[in-house]
């Protein structure tokens, strides 16, 4: 079983619409991270959110840490067909540094 | 310099060959990590190098052996693969005690 649950699992929108990613556990974690991995590349680093409650803006994305550290969700604003992806969240849970576990991943494709 | 460079890219190895794959990194990153994905799933992890010694070893069969020479090199030495070990093999460095993990862009395997 997955320690973090992405939702949708896929996802399909026209340029210009707006998407919500999510990922979920019963889990408190120290941080969550977001990356994106496009076919056959390794993961980018979007960012790590650490606080609860915590809403990180990185242009057209909005990312938001639950305030009991166990969610976290993506929001993309106005999607480019560059957004196209794998969206990979991951966390360390309180109890097991250096041990970086991911959800399923979402896979995002934005047409034009 | 903000990169994690593997060699090679792509390796086609048979089941009775011995072939390593290369990690270098100039972060100055103390962490070190491989990680294993199979098409369509997440990342799993494999080992975890803390300070140049193993620290975890998520019960990865032996043919797989890791090695970390100094800082800023690991390998991952491989022997005796089966069919079923064909996937994208990913390394991965972070500073200790830190959980933004910066990936390299993996060499994809193929056992045949």
């Known amino acids: 079983t997955q320690l973090l649950e992405q939702s949708p699992q896929f996802l399909s929108i026209q340029e210009g619409e707006n998407l919500t990613v999510y990922c979920n556990s019963s889990?408190?974690?120290?941080?969550l991270q977001w990356y994106r991995q496009e076919p056959g590349e390794g993961p980018v680093l979007l960012v790590t959110?650490?606080?609860?409650?915590e809403v990180k803006k990185l242009k057209r994305l909005t990312f938001q840490f639950g305030d009991a550290r166990k969610d976290s969700s993506l929001h993309i604003t106005a999607a480019q067909t560059g957004d196209t992806g794998l969206y990979l969240c991951?966390?360390?849970?309180?109890?097991?540094?250096?041990?970086?576990?991911f959800g399923a991943g979402t896979q995002v494709v934005v047409t034009p | 310099d903000t990169e994690v460079t593997q060699t090679p890219k792509h390796l086609v190895m048979g089941m009775t060959n011995k072939k390593s794959l290369k990690c270098e990194q100039h972060?100055?990153?103390?962490?070190m990590y491989w990680y294993k994905q199979k098409a369509k799933k997440p990342p799993e992890l494999m080992f975890v190098?803390?300070?140049?010694?193993?620290?975890i070893n998520e019960s990865v069969p032996s043919r797989f052996s890791p090695e970390c020479p100094n800082s800023s090199l690991l390998n991952l030495h491989l022997h005796a693969l089966q069919p079923e070990d064909s996937a994208l093999y990913l390394c991965?460095?972070?500073?200790?005690?830190?959980?933004?993990?910066?990936f390299g862009q993996g060499t994809r395997l193929t056992v045949v």
């Open positions: 991965a460095s972070s500073q200790v005690l830190q959980p933004e993990a910066f």
């Open positions: 889990s408190v974690f120290s941080s």
């Open positions: 959110v650490v606080t609860g409650g």
């Open positions: 991951a966390g360390v849970t309180t109890d097991s540094w250096g041990k970086l576990q």
């Open positions: 972060m100055g990153h103390r962490a």
């Open positions: 190098y803390s300070y140049e010694k193993l620290s």
